[in-house]
């Protein structure tokens, strides 16, 4: 079972920024995609922003041109760079990553325990 840890989420104001990060930890042979969610109050949780082993990145139009992700495969670790914050996007931040157990295993998944992101305007 792989363990994500998520940092970097608090307060900012509108118009600021936060990082987020997110290592995983545990038994796999790779990971393939890392992937950013987000739950605002009241609303679904909604798929922000993905990474795959290829390098390639997608983002939702909510957050496209804004929000980073990027990734160290090294660390095992995804980051989230959050620029031009507004209260909208306030919402607790969750990060996943879909990886392979081993070289003949197959996927899985696991998720982090979330952290809160604050805008005030």
């Known amino acids: 079972q792989v363990q994500l840890v998520e940092s970097g989420g608090g307060l900012a104001q509108a118009g600021g920024s936060l990082r987020l990060s997110c290592t995983a930890s545990g038994s796999m042979f790779s990971i393939h995609t890392m992937e950013w969610y987000r739950q605002a109050p009241g609303k679904q949780r909604a798929l922000i922003a993905v990474t795959t082993s290829g390098g390639s990145t997608t983002y939702a139009d909510s957050v496209k041109g804004r929000f980073t992700i990027s990734r160290d495969n090294a660390k095992n670790t995804t980051y989230l760079q959050m620029n031009s914050l507004k209260p909208e996007d306030t919402a607790v931040y969750y990060c996943?990553?879909?990886?392979?157990?081993?070289?003949?295993?197959?996927?899985?998944?696991?998720w982090g325990q979330g952290t809160q992101v604050t805008v005030s305007s």
């Open positions: 996943a990553v879909e990886y392979k157990l081993t070289v003949v295993g197959g996927m899985a998944r696991s």
